[in-house]
């Protein structure tokens, strides 16, 4: 008798048991898609931030205006850092404010050095994960300023023409004392100066060029970081003379190599 009461029992168990089992299946389903979803829309979010920051950096940057820089830069990288997961990441995208000096060419006619004025420059760069230590990047940098020159006809005064100069490389990064996030780092990239002298007769220029630097990073916090940078240029421009020109111009301008260097100070945020 008891032996039969026991078995109806577990008998009795046996639907309670397979709906807990059910139960449990389902709020874990719920939970996984629930997590899933949000995964999905912190992507999303990140997506749009990164091409807001892109595209405002780049227009602000290639206008030479520090406030557009500011204002189309930082407030979209500052949502997408505060969306952020709170977690080391390799990816970032870093907006720089700079100081640029160097660069000359050489009037073909009298020798006189052409010099190119320092002047502060705005940049954009883009990190994506390689391995532990190492990231490639995309960089965008932009600088105003004008040529200085000595007019040739009488009576010889000093004069200018605007100059642009704008360096779009492909290469990486290097933290070589431990993992990609904080401590010095070296950079480095390959690719094209475009050199556009505004003036009657004058057009643009496209070179091969590339850039090396040292840095070093410093987290601020979990959701962005502040880089430090100095950067070495050097364009390849390979001219015995007419640099610039497209018919009528004044100044017959050449040279063999265009260097610069600067100094950056950039904002960083990790996705």
Request: net charge positive; hydrophobic share 40%; proline share 4%.
């Amino acid at each position: 008798m008891a032996i039969q009461v026991r078995r109806a029992r577990r008998m009795a168990m046996l639907p309670v048991a397979k709906r807990s089992l059910h139960s449990r299946a389902v709020g874990q389903g719920a939970r996984a898609l629930d997590l899933g979803w949000r995964k999905a829309g912190l992507l999303a979010l990140a997506s749009n931030a990164i091409r807001t920051a892109e595209s405002g950096c780049g227009m602000a940057a290639l206008t030479g205006n520090i406030m557009k820089i500011r204002l189309s830069c930082i407030l979209p990288l500052a949502v997408l850092a505060l969306a952020a997961p709170a977690r080391a990441a390799d990816s970032a995208i870093t907006a720089y404010g700079a100081f640029r000096s160097g660069g000359d060419f050489q009037n073909a006619t009298t020798g006189e050095n052409l010099k190119v004025e320092s002047s502060g420059t705005g940049a954009i760069a883009l990190d994506l994960p390689y391995d532990g230590n190492r990231q490639l990047q995309l960089f965008l940098s932009h600088q105003r300023s004008h040529l200085d020159y000595t007019q040739s006809a009488a009576p010889k005064t000093a004069a200018t023409l605007p100059l642009s100069v704008t360096y779009f490389h492909l290469g990486g990064t290097y933290f070589f004392e431990g993992p990609v996030g904080s401590g010095p780092y070296v950079v480095g990239g390959i690719g094209g100066t475009l050199l556009a002298l505004d003036g009657e007769g004058y057009g643009n220029e496209l070179r091969p060029s590339m850039n090396v630097g040292l840095g070093y990073q410093f987290m601020l916090g979990k959701h962005a970081a502040l880089r430090l940078e100095g950067r070495f240029y050097s364009t390849l421009i390979n001219s015995s003379g007419g640099l610039f020109c497209s018919g009528g111009c004044v100044l017959q301008i050449q040279g063999d190599l265009f260097s610069q260097g600067e100094g950056m100070l950039g904002v960083s945020v990790p996705f």
